[in-house]
């Protein structure tokens, strides 16, 4: 499997968990059952340990992923594995940064404080 699939299948997955879909993610279908708190995580787990799996045997790097506490957006991290050092972040920290900043912005525009 590739590790495009295998993103794509965390981003689903995390999408049922209450993070955003990004821009090329699939959706969930509309009829299918939400499923219980304790099979997400189990997915997740299970495809993160795959990706890991493949990334480690035919690069030597590692994939981090979590979900930003602000933006709820997945967050890739590719590092290398005999340095640690961070390689590659999908989506990049500047882009997180600036989307949690519209996020204040479109907050303070259209609250009814003002």
């Known amino acids: 499997m ?3 699939g295998v993103i794509n299948t965390i981003q689903g997955t995390a999408q049922g968990a209450g993070a955003q879909p990004a821009a ?3 959706q969930p279908t509309p009829n299918a ?3 219980a708190p304790e099979q997400i995580n189990m997915d997740i787990g299970s495809a993160v340990e795959k990706a890991n799996d493949i990334a480690q045997l035919f690069y030597n790097t590692e994939l981090n992923f979590r979900i930003d506490d602000t933006t709820k957006q997945i967050i890739v991290r590719v590092v290398d594995g005999k340095s640690g ?6 989506p990049p920290e500047e882009m997180v940064r600036l989307v949690a900043h519209f996020d204040k912005i479109q907050a303070l525009l259209f609250s009814k404080k003002y």
Do not use: G, K, Y
């Not at 050092?85 to 999908?90: D, H, L, P, T, W």
């Open 2 to 4: 590739e590790i495009s």
């Open 24 to 26: 090329n993610s699939l």
């Open 33 to 35: 059952a939400p499923e």
């Open 85 to 90: 050092e961070v390689i590659r972040q999908i």
